[in-house]
């Protein structure tokens, strides 16, 4: 686990209506975003957003740069495991007890 430098680019188109009602009724046939304007848009915040979701959701390096264990084996969860009563063991307990 460490940085990764990814480059995100996004390329994107919008355009503006009125209302969230027209919005919503051109939406599919719309190859561009469609935005209600309003008058308090917060320009810098509709780039974040495009940035992020412009970001791959698993970034990786090209190398690894290190090597990754690819199985982790911990003695003490093995060992609370065996330690816990098998539930069907107690359900054969309870078959062979007479009613």
Excluded: Y
């Excluded at 480059?7 to 027209?22: G, K, M, N, P, Y």
């Excluded at 935005?35 to 957003?49: G, H, K, Q, R, S």
């Amino acid at each position: 686990m460490g940085a990764v430098n990814v480059l995100v680019s996004s390329d994107q188109s919008f355009r503006f209506v009125a209302d969230e009602a027209t919005a919503e009724a051109e939406d599919e046939a719309s190859e561009e975003d469609l935005l209600v304007l309003t008058p308090e848009l917060n320009v810098w915040e509709l780039i974040e957003d495009e940035l992020i979701m412009s970001a791959p959701i698993v970034p990786k390096h090209d190398i690894c740069p290190t090597l990754v264990p690819m199985s982790a084996v911990d003695d003490a969860f093995e060992e609370a495991l065996d330690a816990r009563p098998n539930p069907f063991a107690a359900l054969a307990q309870l078959k062979k007890k007479p009613n």
